[in-house]
């Protein structure tokens, strides 16, 4: 779960909590919707044989996994250890770690590149300077998220879940402030990047049924406060509406929602 910087090791231990609960739906039908986006930014990242590749907030493991079979030298970290549990099986060879991703386990200078597809956020401007700190002089940077395109086929469904709980919804505007023009530009420039572009990469979920589309729909960990005050009943009658106007005559679900891709170099 996306958390602002923090000393306190309770916060992302939580965090890990909230992405464990339900790590398969995510791992299996909700990570690989961001699989062009990934895609895209190793292209633009020149991601290849000899790449030293760290993925920070790495979830199951699917973008390493991607990278690995480009050539890189994969590693990852991410706050959900029933996550990694997954990708330890997509990327047997891969150095992945439990931890903070604002206090990143690794040594100055380790990687050629560092990503994080819809890990990084606002408010998570500490991250983004671990990043640079573990990066090689020169290194790339590529993060993604949701931004303010047009096509976010999730928007009510994340309108109706903030307003669950009052608490979520602050949280949620905090991170999502990252989607706004420049925000994430100057994120980047403050912590010593230049040579930023922006691009953008559709993101799809395609889910075969209503169960199907729900068992994946709970399994973000943004949405566990609200099952853990109102219960599963409560908030799967809340927001299973919110997808109907993408449920096929045939009761398959397809959402489309636009991914920000924002690449950047090192300055030293």
């Known amino acids: 779960m996306p958390h602002t910087s923090t000393t306190d090791d309770t916060v992302w231990v939580e965090a890990g909590r909230a992405w464990s609960h339900a790590a398969a739906a995510w791992a299996y039908h909700f990570e690989p919707h961001a699989r062009d986006a990934a895609d895209a930014v190793f292209a633009r990242l020149g991601v290849g044989p000899g790449t030293g590749l760290l993925d920070i907030?790495?979830?199951?493991?699917?973008?390493?996994?991607?990278?690995?079979?480009?050539?890189?030298?994969?590693?990852?970290?991410?706050?959900?250890?029933?996550?990694?549990?997954?990708?330890?099986r997509r990327t047997r060879a891969a150095d992945l770690r439990l931890g903070d991703m604002f206090a990143l386990p690794w040594a100055d200078d380790s990687f050629d590149v560092a990503t994080s597809f819809n890990?990084?956020?606002?408010?998570?401007?500490?991250?983004?300077?671990?990043?640079?700190?573990?990066?090689?002089?020169?290194?790339r940077i590529g993060?993604?998220?949701?931004?303010?395109?047009?096509?976010?086929?999730?928007?009510?469904?994340?309108?109706?879940?903030?307003?669950?709980?009052?608490?979520?919804?602050?949280?949620?505007?905090?991170?999502?402030?990252?989607?706004?023009?420049?925000?994430?530009?100057?994120?980047?420039?403050?912590?010593?990047?230049?040579?930023i572009e922006r691009f953008a990469a559709d993101g799809v979920l395609e889910l075969p049924d209503a169960e199907s589309a729900w068992r994946t729909m709970r399994s973000p960990g943004l949405v566990v406060p609200a099952l853990d005050?109102?219960?599963?009943?409560?908030?799967?009658?809340?927001?299973?509406?919110t997808l109907e106007p993408f449920r096929s005559v045939d009761g398959s679900y397809r959402l489309v929602n636009e991914l920000t891709c924002v690449t950047a170099v090192l300055d030293r």
């Open 57 to 88: 907030a790495c979830g199951s493991g699917y973008a390493t996994g991607r990278a690995e079979r480009l050539g890189a030298t994969v590693a990852g970290l991410d706050a959900s250890e029933a996550l990694l549990l997954i990708a330890q």
């Open 119 to 139: 890990g990084i956020w606002g408010g998570c401007e500490a991250a983004i300077g671990e990043a640079a700190r573990v990066l090689r002089p020169g290194g």
């Open 143 to 195: 993060i993604t998220f949701w931004g303010p395109g047009a096509k976010l086929d999730l928007r009510q469904f994340l309108l109706t879940l903030g307003g669950c709980l009052p608490a979520v919804a602050d949280e949620m505007k905090a991170t999502s402030s990252i989607g706004a023009p420049g925000v994430a530009e100057t994120m980047l420039t403050d912590a010593g990047f230049s040579g």
């Open 229 to 241: 005050e109102l219960g599963d009943r409560e908030v799967r009658r809340r927001l299973m509406p």
